[in-house]
């Protein structure tokens, strides 16, 4: 619509609402503030910390373990479980905090027109209707119309993504689909002014904003369980069974073979708490824990210990482009002056770069041209490079238009610095940049009295304006030839996704002819300046192990389509025949149709928060492991429903951060790598121990189960299955939880997020070793009652210390996924070696000090003993380590494993 139009529609005379009108609008929209969402309570959330099947279970053993008089076991499990609560508590207290954030950036006044008068009220009290005035430096209290402006510019990267500022103007824009990048016409809540005046009429307030619908959809963002949850929450329930029935059978197999009912019931609990592995929640904790350290150390702070894992399981990484896979730091490239391209190395802010020309490097100060373009750029400019000495390192930095600030560092690589050129040639007048214009020119006086205009604007526009061109120091009438080969360069620059400037000047008699109408004019044409918001050095080398690991990496961006796909080609996201698609494409396909065509897109351009959220739920629908990144307000709802999302520690709004299961400090998109990193390693070490804990604990009901069917006495009496499900099971565990990562574990594709727990073989490993720990804990069991049939304590003693020792040699072999217990080094692992000794320790504990012997049923073992216990203990590992060989020499030879198959 066109101002007057927009003016009719919302009935607002000349001079601005009136206060009665305010309030019945106020009445009607409410005030101008965001939502929140209703909030749990400090209570709530602590007892939803003991809703996870697996806990009520646990709590349900506990409580018969206590009723029986297992007092100890029964204490350990229910502090094990209180302590996992409160650190789910503390986790999720801070997890909520993305409204409170986005309150922040909503402006705290506003100069409004009311009654005629120009008056500053609480940005809450604007309406739908008012007329506000904005200037450089303000932020945008709610979504505006632009109804008179002057050279204004807005900062809109933190809602559209768009890397530089957005010139307004207050034209109709006849595409009603037009993105929100596209809306030249508009300013929204939230974002900043960054240059220019303007008069405008607010459309929206509160939550009819874009800033409120980005709220609503963190309101209404589903946060995904993560696989771990997902996998231990199956495990729990299988283990539950499992342990119900093997109970059941042993208990009235016990009886019906003549033993105490007490005794069997007792034995059967002990069996049932032995099956259920209660330290597996506390170890997957630390586990968690001690990665979220690791991850600390590599520059990524973790909101939620899952996130970790989840991020190891990541399929695809969608990453916003500015700021993430570039540095957000418009930065000259390439400068073409007279016919020849010159390439300006260096990046970011600093002023350290040089000039070559034809592959040889050039001096500024010797190629009059060259120093006339940096003249220009320096002078015909209002920004400031400074050093922020706040920061590390002395950080450079612009203040001003990012545009800007690239050409004072273009020409502070020459050797021009900003005050210095300023004091020996001081500016005298300017006409400011405006969106109609597209120019700014100043009007300077050089060292011998001389006056020049300096312009600077698009190569298009400024072109129309040149008489002249300079050439080697000369100035030479502009041809039609000269005027093509101009065009020519900024067509090949624009291929390369640079955003080029032309440099022009115009010789001065007199001050009065800057103040013509139209002064520029016979302009002598310099040469173009091409700039680009360049990508991260760091990046290329993180998504090409994102490729061998397996994981697509996708661009969005609020950024142009040309510009998007020329940083993707050169990072090597986009591959050939990869698709690109823009947010008026995203916009007209339906749900299904992206979802048919989400696996061949490899780069989005200028697209909305819908369209990313829209993207992230395709992509999940198609059964991927989505990890989301990103910095601004417009991530936000994409990034918390992704299946990780990522924020940037940095650069990144509180929003984001909030919104996000992980922040990277350094904004280093390689970091996400160390973190998928240590997510798959994090993954294997609970597989690792889950594969320990439940064969140790199959061997146990192996033991018992085979012992009563057959009619035998109990092998192991219940103090001493508590025993070894306390201590020989725990301390291993935990130190397996820490186990440093393989070293190919980035060589290999993402595991299948539907996988079970017990998957690629896993399942067969616990159970085939677990019998193998059963029969031979049995076997001895059996041998010493041969030998010695009325010393039913020394054979229960045997067994017991066959059982511990075999876990802990099968513990070694543990710590290889795919090799046997030879296959890492023993001593890599330093917990595990500290573990074993202190599980040793307390063995020969409660075997040799007597006052501990009529507790735990034990009696001292002597050298033969050992040895028949060693022998029997070993047999398991080498049973499975010669069929490992057998099936590694079956492959040779060119048959398949089967099973591995």
């Known amino acids: 619509m066109d101002v007057h139009d927009v003016l009719q529609l919302l009935s607002v005379p000349p001079d601005g609402l009136t206060s009665g009108e305010v309030e019945k609008r106020r009445d009607q929209f409410g005030e101008n503030r965001l939502n929140e969402a209703e909030q749990k309570s400090w209570l709530t959330l602590f007892l939803n910390q003991f809703r996870d099947f697996m806990v009520l279970v646990l709590l349900a053993a506990t409580l018969v373990s206590g009723l029986l008089g297992e007092h100890a076991d029964a204490i350990t499990i229910i502090a094990i479980i209180i302590v996992n609560g409160f650190l789910g508590f503390y986790q999720e207290l801070r997890a909520e905090k993305s409204l409170a954030s986005l309150k922040q950036l909503t402006a705290p006044t506003a100069h409004v027109l009311r009654d005629g008068q120009k008056i500053s009220v609480a940005a809450t009290e604007l309406v739908p209707g008012d007329v506000i005035f904005l200037e450089s430096g303000d932020r945008v209290p709610a979504d505006v119309r632009i109804l008179e402006c002057a050279g204004l510019e807005a900062e809109e990267a933190a809602l559209t993504g768009e890397s530089l500022p957005v010139q307004k103007s207050i034209l109709a824009i006849p595409d009603v689909n037009a993105a929100l990048g596209d809306r030249k016409n508009m300013a929204y809540m939230g974002t900043m002014i960054t240059r220019g005046k303007a008069k405008a009429i607010i459309t929206a307030t509160g939550m009819q904003t874009e800033m409120g619908r980005i709220a609503d959809l963190i309101q209404t963002a589903e946060e995904t369980e993560t696989p771990l949850q997902r996998r231990l929450d199956q495990l729990g329930k299988i283990l539950v069974y499992v342990a119900l029935g093997i109970t059941a059978v042993v208990v009235l197999a016990g009886i019906m073979h003549g033993n105490d009912m007490y005794t069997m019931f007792l034995a059967g609990v002990s069996l049932a708490v032995a099956a259920i592995p209660e330290g597996l929640p506390a170890i997957v904790t630390v586990a968690l824990a001690l990665g979220v350290q690791r991850m600390i150390k590599r520059k990524a702070i973790v909101r939620k210990l899952p996130s970790v894992e989840t991020l190891g399981a990541a399929t695809v990484i969608c990453s916003d482009k500015t700021g993430t896979l570039t540095q957000n730091k418009m930065t000259v490239q390439r400068v073409w002056i007279g016919g020849q391209f010159y390439e300006v190395s260096g990046t970011g802010y600093e002023p350290m770069g040089e000039f070559h020309c034809a592959g040889k490097q050039v001096d500024p100060t010797r190629r009059p041209d060259l120093l006339r373009l940096l003249e220009v750029s320096v002078l015909c400019n209002n920004a400031v490079l400074f050093q922020d000495k706040q920061k590390k390192h002395t950080a450079w930095a612009v203040q001003g238009d990012p545009t800007e600030g690239a050409l004072m560092v273009l020409a502070a690589k020459g050797g021009l610095h900003g005050p210095d050129m300023e004091a020996s040639q001081p500016r005298l007048d300017e006409i400011p940049f405006d969106s109609t214009r597209k120019m700014m020119s100043v009007l300077t006086r050089d060292q011998k009295g001389n006056l020049f205009m300096l312009t600077k604007g698009g190569p298009d526009v400024l072109l129309e304006r040149c008489g002249y061109m300079l050439i080697d120091g000369n100035v030479t009438p502009l041809t039609g030839s000269l005027r093509k080969g101009i065009m020519q360069a900024n067509t090949t620059m624009g291929s390369e996704a640079l955003r080029c400037l032309a440099v022009a000047y115009r010789p001065l008699r007199h001050e009065g002819q800057f103040k013509e109408h139209e ?151 390689a970091t996400i790598v160390a973190a998928i990193e240590e997510g798959r390693g994090i993954y294997d070490n609970i597989r690792k121990f889950v594969r320990y804990l439940l064969a140790s604990n199959v061997g146990e009901i192996v033991t018992m189960f085979i012992a009563m069917m057959m009619g035998m006495p109990l092998p192991l009496v219940p103090i001493q299955i508590l025993w070894v499900n306390l201590v020989t099971d725990g301390l291993p565990a935990i130190a397996l939880g820490v186990d440093q990562a393989e070293r190919d574990i980035m060589h290999k594709p993402p595991r299948n997020v539907r996988e079970s727990i017990f998957a690629r073989g896993l399942g067969f490993k616990i159970l085939s070793r677990g019998i193998l720990i059963g029969l031979a804990t049995l076997g001895v069991f059996w041998f010493t009652l041969q030998m010695e049939p009325d010393n039913l304590v020394k054979a229960q003693s045997m067994a017991f210390t066959t059982l511990v020792m075999a876990q802990l040699i099968h513990v070694f072999d543990c710590r290889s996924v795919e090799g046997g217990i030879f296959s890492r080094n023993f001593f890599e692992n330093k917990w595990l070696i500290a573990s074993v000794i202190s599980s040793l320790v307390l063995l020969l504990g409660v075997m040799y000090i007597e006052a501990f012997q009529p507790v735990f049923r034990t009696v001292a073992l002597g050298p033969i003993d050992w040895v028949i216990v060693m022998v029997a203990a070993s047999i398991p590992t080498f049973a499975l380590a010669a069929r490992r060989m057998t099936n590694r020499g079956t492959n040779r030879l060119g048959f398949s494993d089967a099973r591995r198959k």
């Open 519 to 669: 002064p520029e004019r016979d302009l002598v044409f310099v040469g173009l300046i091409g700039m680009i918001d360049p990508p991260r050095q760091e990046v290329y080398d993180a998504i090409a192990r994102t490729k061998k690991a397996g994981i697509k990496t996708i661009m969005i961006t609020g950024d142009h389509q040309v510009t998007a796909e020329a940083i993707a080609r050169q990072l090597g996201i986009l591959p050939h025949g990869g698709l690109t698609v823009n947010g008026h494409d995203l916009y007209n396909m339906s749900d299904e149709e992206l979802q048919a065509r989400v696996e061949d897109i490899f780069v989005y351009a200028r697209v909305s928060p819908e369209h990313k959220l829209r993207i992230v739920k395709a992509l999940q629908a198609r059964g991927h492991v989505v990890a989301m990144t990103g910095d601004g307000v417009n991530d936000a709802p994409a990034i918390k429903a992704a299946d990780i999302g990522i924020s940037m520690g940095q650069g990144g709004t509180d929003v984001a951060k909030d919104a996000s299961a992980l922040i990277l400090s350094d904004d280093n998109f």
